[in-house]
């Protein structure tokens, strides 16, 4: 199986070239819940310790539907199968131009939760231009264990988020450890009281902002991805749920850009517009993430039938 590693403002992306499972020619969320459902020792085995990493995102490539569309693409983690990854999509672009399948200019990719742009403006830097987002619902009151009352907006950026501004722990790096434990039992409780998004959707992920610790910075965040694993990048899609609380509560207009950090100080730049069919229930916006990424690796990962630890642990 062939794969090309790359990291998005420090968190890693695995691209798998060839030698995935056989997932049919359906529409891609269809390909992306037969991945899930029937073959997710194989996502396990790519980005699972001991052939991955911590914190790795695969991003499978695969037809796309649309001829418009460069490829098409289906992310997962240790966890889950993943509608989009903000990230991913920034060290795909990354990828292709290093494969030279694309150059500077602006190019459509294929997700399971719809098509996005991404403009490469030289062979580092890429922006997306993300799928409509939204808030779903505002101000959710969580009495959570050892913690006390936390405060969060579920909203939707191709994943969705329970966003908590301000944190319950200082967002510094050398918290990282309670950053996560808060965080983890924040998701629990909003499992155990059973918050979904739209359509029932389970929120796997989980937010905390806090000050910036940068003069441009315009705050801070830490996000829990479903593996428990802290995204070392300021979470792409999680980005795009934030801008749109922002949105709806006119905290940020549009076309203003801002520099939101992450734990670790990496960085994004970003902005949206107002999505054509917003309405005022759920105000839908158009997201736009700049960020770099670096290409570190081009291998060969040989799966072994006697490694007892080939799908990972």
């Not at 359906?26 to 029937?38: D, Q, V």
């Not at 037809?63 to 966890?79: H, K």
């Not at 619902?137 to 969580?142: H, S």
């Amino acid at each position: 199986m062939l794969v090309i590693d790359s990291h998005t403002e420090g968190e890693p992306t695995r691209v798998i070239l060839n030698g995935g499972p056989d997932l049919g020619m359906g529409t891609l969320a269809s390909r992306a819940e037969k991945l899930a459902t029937e073959y997710f020792d194989f996502c396990r085995s790519v980005v699972s310790e001991p052939y991955g990493q911590e914190a790795m995102v695969g991003a499978l490539l695969v037809e796309p539907t649309d001829p418009r569309c460069v490829t098409g693409v289906i992310y997962f983690d240790a966890a889950a199968v993943i509608g989009m990854c903000g990230h991913g999509t920034i060290g795909l672009a990354a990828t292709l131009a290093h494969l030279g399948r694309i150059d500077v200019g602006t190019h459509k990719i294929e997700t399971p939760v719809g098509i996005v742009d991404v403009t490469l403006t030289d062979k580092h830097a890429v922006t997306v231009q993300n799928i409509d987002s939204y808030r779903f619902q505002k101000r959710i009151a969580l009495e959570v264990p050892e913690v006390g009352t936390v405060v969060g907006d579920i909203a939707y950026g191709g994943n969705w988020f329970f966003i908590v501004d301000p944190s319950p722990v200082p967002v510094r790096p050398n918290n990282i450890r309670q950053l996560t434990e808060t965080a983890i039992r924040v998701r629990d409780t909003l499992w155990a009281n059973q918050y979904v998004g739209e359509h029932g959707a389970v929120i796997d992920h989980v937010i905390f902002y806090g000050p910036a610790l940068t003069e441009s910075g315009h705050s801070r965040n830490f996000v829990l991805c479903p593996d428990n694993a802290y995204d070392r990048s300021p979470c792409g899609t999680g980005s795009s749920a934030r801008l749109a609380c922002l949105a709806a509560d006119q905290a940020l207009r549009p076309g203003e850009e801002i520099y939101q950090e992450s734990t670790i100080g990496s960085g994004y730049t970003l902005s949206y517009q107002l999505a054509s069919h917003s309405n005022s229930s759920h105000m839908r916006i158009i997201p736009r993430i700049t960020g770099r990424a670096f290409v570190t690796r081009e291998s060969t990962l040989i799966s072994n039938p006697d490694d007892s630890l080939r799908h990972g642990f």
